[in-house]
Structures are given as C-alpha cells and as structure tokens.
C-alpha cells in the first residue's frame, strides 16, 4: 500500500504549489495501471478515472469490500488477514472518438469533478464525473455541441469473475466474497435523444445528444463485532 500514500502525498504535493486554481491538468489519457488514473469520492463509493477518448474506464470501490474475517487472534497483514477489493470496472465504448484533438484531462479539487474534453469530427465532447454524498451514488454526465453525437456502449466487468446482466437501462452486479460478504453494484443510464438497446450484458447506446450514468454500490456489511 505504500504507493498508494506516496501518490496522495505527491497529490497533496501539487496541490498545495497550485491552490490558486485547485487543479490538476494532463494532457493525455491516464496509463495503465493507477498512478495516473484521476481520484473521486465521497468517503464509501470511489472511482479511478482513466480519461479516454475512445474508451473511458472507471475503476469502482466501495469502502466495506473486504476478504477478511471474524479472526481476533490474525496477525495484521499475515495470511488470511484480508485484503481490500474493488468492485470493477465501468467502460465507455466511444470507438468512433479515437481519432480526436483539443484533448484536456482535469481533476478540480475545489469542487471535486474530474472532467475530460476533446473534439471529435468537429464535434466537442465533455465528460463530467463526481461522486455524490448525499446521494452516495457516482454521477457521469457526457455531452456535446452537436444532437445524435454519441453512439457506442457500456459494459460492467467484476473483479470476482461474476457476470453482469442488462436489462433495460441497467446493468447490474451481486456477488458473495468467500467470507460470505455479499456484495452488489450497477449503473442506471439516462439518454436524451438517441435510443439504448440491450445487447448479451452489455446496453448499446446509438445517436445520443447526451447521457446521463448513475452508479450505485453496497454491501451487506456491518459494523458491529456481535454480528
């Protein structure tokens, strides 16, 4: 985990040299793996956002997913301890927007959204996302200059190898960890203009003006050592 800190302490870093403005800029789509992957969240659902043109990728947590259990006796961090899971991936299929210039990535830790911008085929998109508190929920809003410019889909893949189904315009995880912990996540979309389409686990999407995705997440988890 000690990258981890040493990523927030670098955040934290350039943060502070640039409160004036409170955000970070990048040019380019974040790498894999998550040192470059922009943060959001609200203290139980969370996210790491890559910033692709043609293919977002949102990891999503959610605080209680853990594989550890009842065992006062485990030494911390030893064998069977547990160790802290993430629910999964959300992808954005955009594959008509790989080709795309203007491109601008950016985390605003006054108001705490991430956003990315590009242009398309003389079109200029933006994505928008932030993590609700009140409403524990992650907000994706995608949007552009021009009617009927988003046409792709959207698909949910488990860390747990548990698969996913549609229906409508939701598509829904729930899943049980070994130590019994279950678990559940999916993501509601909303389109203006355009229509959606159920395809296998996936939701097509085809001639949107803008989109609108909800992501929820849970656990049956409690906090309480007597249950």
């Given at each position: 985990m000690n990258w981890i ?81 993430t629910l999964g991936n ?113 939701i097509e999407f085809n ?21």
């Amino acid at each position: 985990m000690n990258w981890i800190v040493l990523s927030v302490i670098i955040q934290v870093f350039f943060t502070c040299v640039r409160a004036s403005d409170k955000v970070f800029w990048y040019e380019s789509g974040a790498a894999d793996g998550m040192n470059e992957a922009v943060p959001i969240g609200n203290g139980r659902v969370g996210g790491l956002l890559y910033g692709h043109p043609e293919k977002e990728k949102i990891i999503v947590n959610e605080i209680t997913l853990w594989t550890g259990d009842d065992n006062p006796s485990q030494v911390w961090g030893g064998p069977g301890f547990g160790d802290y899971q993430t629910l999964g991936n959300l992808t954005i299929d955009l594959p008509q927007h790989k080709d795309n210039t203007h491109y601008k990535r950016a985390l605003d830790i006054g108001d705490a959204v991430a956003t990315v911008e590009y242009e398309s085929h003389g079109v200029q998109y933006k994505r928008e996302v932030f993590v609700s508190h009140p409403s524990e929920v992650m907000v994706i809003r995608l949007t552009a200059n021009k009617g009927q410019s988003y046409t792709g889909h959207i698909e949910l893949q488990d860390s747990h190898k548990v698969g996913a189904h549609a229906s409508n315009n939701t598509i829904a995880i729930d899943g049980k960890l070994q130590n019994g912990l279950r678990f559940a996540w999916e993501v509601s979309i909303h389109n203006t203009g355009g229509s959606l389409k159920v395809n296998g686990a996936l939701i097509e999407f085809n001639g949107c003006d803008s989109l609108t995705l909800i992501v929820s997440a849970g656990t049956d988890y409690v906090f309480d050592d007597s249950k």
